[in-house]
């Protein structure tokens, strides 16, 4: 049998060794040749987009580039996700190697043990990689003519911890005792095609936005919940009961949408421990981002999401994010 393509040598294109060897010209270049890729590594302005443009360090030697037509000075992150860096480029190349090379997921403490700054540096910097990855994710297209796609729900958050005495528990999976923060992310899943996952109150809310992102051409294929009865009208549904079996001849079964669940899940229970509220949705883009990408070679990963990073503008939710006195 073939060699699991993960355990190939291909697969491992990249160590943290020779980022850490790197030199700031070094990182530099990469980030250069990512962000200007399309103009064959050349900077232009960001500002005016003028190509004339001449390297202007600044006096601590960092890279700084000025406009000959506006005369605006910029730096190789001015106006990404990862503008207004105080870490050497090289941390920001190290924190993507760490955060992709992992598999489910990427604890921030551990992440900030591993770059040697702040727990606050770390979650931010985790964040903002999150951030590129969902711009891509967002993006992903799914169905269309015979193409098939697997759609499956799955709790996540709103943990209520039962009382000490067994006087005083309470049955956790009535409504009236539960916090009202948990929530159901919900996949879209085309077979060797993308993932795209969305964050409701219950299965139904995202009916909607099934038939948004799904063309009707599409064969559908859920399990047994009675919320997905409604995408009957409207698609070639298949139903798989999981108290039956899990798979049935014809291809009837909703496997990679549990794949995408049982990532998730590791996710969760290795290293975020409890994933609600706003970040849900960017846990379940993270998730979704890795189950899409998870036969690319370390390097290429870090490659794209190191550009994808550089394509986004500077985050809305993240910039300044601990001089605030309101979260994201
Ligand atoms: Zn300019």
Redesign the pocket.
């Known amino acids: 049998m073939a060699q699991h393509f993960l355990l190939t040598s291909a697969a491992r294109t990249l160590t943290l060794a020779s980022v850490a060897r790197m030199s700031d010209e070094e990182a530099e270049r990469v980030f250069i040749r990512l962000r200007w890729a399309d103009n064959d590594g050349e900077a232009f302005?960001p500002?005016?987009?003028?190509p004339t443009v001449y390297m202007a360090r600044r006096p601590n030697g960092a890279p700084r580039w000025r406009?000959k037509?506006?005369r605006?000075d910029f730096s190789v992150t001015s106006g990404t996700l990862f503008a207004f860096h105080k870490m050497p480029l090289r941390s920001y190349l190290m924190a993507v190697a760490i955060f992709m090379n992992e598999v489910k997921g990427k604890s921030m403490l551990a992440l900030s043990r591993d770059l040697g700054t702040q727990y606050k540096i770390a979650f931010v910097l985790a964040h903002k990689i999150r951030e590129a990855l969902a711009a891509e994710v967002r993006q992903t297209a799914i169905g269309g003519e015979g193409k098939r796609a697997e759609v499956d729900g799955g709790y996540f958050g709103g943990y209520v911890k039962p009382a000490n005495r067994r006087e005083n528990r309470v049955d956790r999976r009535l409504r009236q005792n539960q916090t009202g923060k948990r929530k159901v992310v919900v996949v879209i899943r085309e077979r060797n095609g993308g993932t795209l996952p969305g964050v409701f109150r219950t299965e139904a809310d995202a009916l909607s936005f099934i038939r948004r992102n799904v063309p009707a051409s599409t064969e559908m294929y859920a399990d047994e919940a009675g919320s997905w009865n409604a995408l009957h009208a409207g698609y070639t549904l298949h139903r798989i009961n999981h108290q039956e079996a899990y798979s049935l001849p014809g291809g009837i079964y909703t496997n990679n949408a549990e794949s995408f669940f049982s990532r998730m899940r590791r996710a969760e229970i290795g290293h975020h421990h409890h994933v609600a509220g706003p970040y849900l949705l960017r846990f379940a883009q993270e998730a979704a981002w890795r189950e899409d990408h998870r036969r690319e070679a370390n390097g290429s990963q870090v490659d794209r999401v190191v550009a994808l990073a550089m394509r986004n503008k500077p985050s809305v939710d993240f910039c300044g994010y601990w001089q605030r006195s309101r979260t994201a």
């Open positions: 302005c500002h005016c987009g003028c406009c037509a506006c605006k």
